[in-house]
Antibody, heavy 120, light 105 residues
Framework: EVQLLESGGGLVKPGGSLRLSCEAS????????MNWVRQAPGKGLEWVSS????????HYADSVKGRFTISRDNAKNLVYLQMNSLRAEDTALYYC?????????????WGQGTTVIVSS | DIQMTQSPSTLSASVGDRVTITCRAS??????LAWYQQKPGNAPKLLIS???SLESGVPSRFSGSGSGTDFTLTIYSLQPDDFAVYYC?????????FGQGTKVE
């Protein structure tokens, strides 16, 4: 079954860092743009970052620009989100999701998410 | 960045109703508009891409339309499984902004 599995979430103090990972199974990440989307408790979806299939094009939401870094390792079928200078407002469930750019589709496969809590 | 505004925020409906959710972009998204459904405790599910292209397996009672900056998701004959939160998302340019969501209750 085609799946994405996020890991790396946890409790961190304000100003701290975390690295999230997203592993693909039963498909090759190398054909897809990958995205991180977060959802704060009881709130809507917020796009965080995206990276093209080769890693050439990278984009961030203004809310995380300069603090978060997205990267990928296609050989390992992994995508990462390095989160630095974390703030309370970064507390959320973080999803990774793929997008098949060639067909102009939206994000058609999502993981179940990993929870990040920023609190002292 | 492109801002997306959905309306209404909450919609009360009954089984069998026709439901319409609108989504307005702050500038043209050139047809790169998707709709998602999210149920409590679950990840979002892609329903429609490119304004009106239905994902495989999505019931035909779901329909998307619109152009430029104004888009609509219509659910013809609402079913019990359709009570959920719906989000629009633009994926034009350098951002992938979501609308704030519409809860169908």
């Amino acid at each position: 079954e085609v799946q994405l599995l996020e890991s790396g979430g946890g409790l961190v103090k304000p100003g701290g860092s975390l690295r999230l990972s997203c592993e693909a199974s039963e498909f090759s990440l190398s054909s897809y743009s990958m995205n991180w989307v977060r959802q704060a408790p009881g709130k809507g979806l917020e796009w965080v970052s995206s990276i093209s299939n080769t890693g050439t094009y990278i984009h961030y939401a203004d809310s995380v620009k300069g603090r978060f870094t997205i990267s990928r390792d296609n050989a390992k079928n992994l995508v990462y989100l390095q989160m630095n200078s974390l703030r309370a407002e970064d507390t959320a469930l973080y999803y990774c999701a793929r997008r098949y750019v060639t067909l102009g589709k939206g994000m058609d496969v999502w993981g179940q998410g990993t929870t990040v809590i920023v609190s002292s | 960045d492109i801002q997306m505004t959905q309306s209404p925020s909450t919609l009360s409906a009954s089984v069998g109703d026709r439901v319409t959710i609108t989504c307005r972009a702050s500038q043209s998204v050139s047809g790169w508009l998707a709709w998602y459904q999210q149920k409590p405790g679950n990840a979002p599910k892609l329903l429609i891409s490119k304004v009106s292209s239905l994902e495989s397996g999505v019931p035909s009672r779901f329909s998307g339309s619109g152009s430029g900056t104004d888009f609509t998701l219509t659910i013809y004959s609402l079913q019990p499984d359709d009570f959920a939160v719906y989000y629009c998302q633009q994926y034009n340019g350098n951002s992938r902004t979501f609308g704030q969501g519409t809860k169908v209750e």
